[in-house]
T-cell receptor, first 112, second 115 residues
Framework: GQQLNQSPQSMFIQEGEDVSMNCTSSSIFNTWLWYKQDPGEGPVLLIALYKAGELTSNGRLTAQFGITRKDSFLNISASIPSDVGIYFCAGQETGANSKLTFGKGITLSVRP | DVKVTQSSRYLVKRTGEKVFLECVQDMDHENMFWYRQDPGLGLRLIYFSYDVKMKEKGDIPEGYSVSREKKERFSLILESASTNQTSMYLC??????????????FGEGSRLTVL
């Protein structure tokens, strides 16, 4: 199956810093989702985006659906130690039977 | 709260054993999925189901089968476990929206080690 591009594979930041990560695709999507996975747990949905240009916040997290519909980004402001984990983007094309395509994830480390 | 429960968090099996991974969701979701997660490879779809007794192959179905006899339960079966099936297995479910599989809700994962 196709893949979304998420890079780099790992990011290291200092507590209190902001961090931005993006996700790109060669396909047009009608839905973008951002998940976070804590160590040893399943992914949890952070933010869902359904419209090109949409900007949505969830606490310190902000995500945007790119206007080309081929990308999305996630910002985390004022990072804290519990932000550590793997952040996955996922996109879905138009179609009744279309499935989510996941990026490979970015592992975020936060230094106290 | 949405709840997807996987029967075992950790399993250790021997090569050649038959392995059952069970998943139950309590949200009356139509869709259910099995993924495996490996370092550097992300989430890969093994099988999914849109309805009871229906199943479709995902991207990596070889060596696996599934069963969905009830709407709330989706089982992943490894007929003869092999060491390359050592992995984290994630079950997920979602509502049928008519516009694709939509937002997935994941279980906590089952970490399988095959010796």
């Amino acid at each position: 199956g196709q893949q979304l591009n998420q890079s780099p594979q790992s990011m290291f930041i200092q507590e209190g810093e902001d961090v931005s990560m993006n996700c790109t695709s060669s396909s047009i999507f009608n839905t973008w989702l951002w998940y976070k996975q804590d160590p040893g747990e399943g992914p949890v949905l952070l933010i869902a985006l359904y419209k090109a240009g949409e900007l949505t916040s969830n606490g310190r997290l902000t995500a945007q659906f790119g206007i080309t519909r081929k990308d999305s980004f996630l910002n985390i402001s004022a990072s804290i130690p519990s932000d550590v984990g793997i952040y996955f983007c996922a996109g879905q094309e138009t179609g009744a039977n279309s499935k989510l395509t996941f990026g490979k994830g970015i592992t975020l480390s936060v230094r106290p | 709260d949405v709840k997807v429960t996987q029967s075992s968090r950790y399993l250790v099996k021997r090569t050649g054993e038959k392995v059952f991974l069970e998943c139950v969701q309590d949200m009356d979701h139509e869709n259910m999925f099995w993924y495996r997660q490996d370092p550097g490879l992300g989430l890969r779809l093994i099988y999914f189901s849109y309805d009871v007794k229906m199943k479709e192959k995902g991207d990596i179905p070889e060596g696996y089968s599934v069963s969905r006899e009830k709407k709330e339960r989706f089982s992943l079966i490894l007929e003869s476990a092999s060491t390359n099936q050592t992995s984290m297995y994630l079950c997920a479910s979602s509502f049928w929206t008519g516009g694709g599989t939509g937002e997935l809700f994941f279980g906590e994962g089952s970490r399988l080690t095959v010796l």
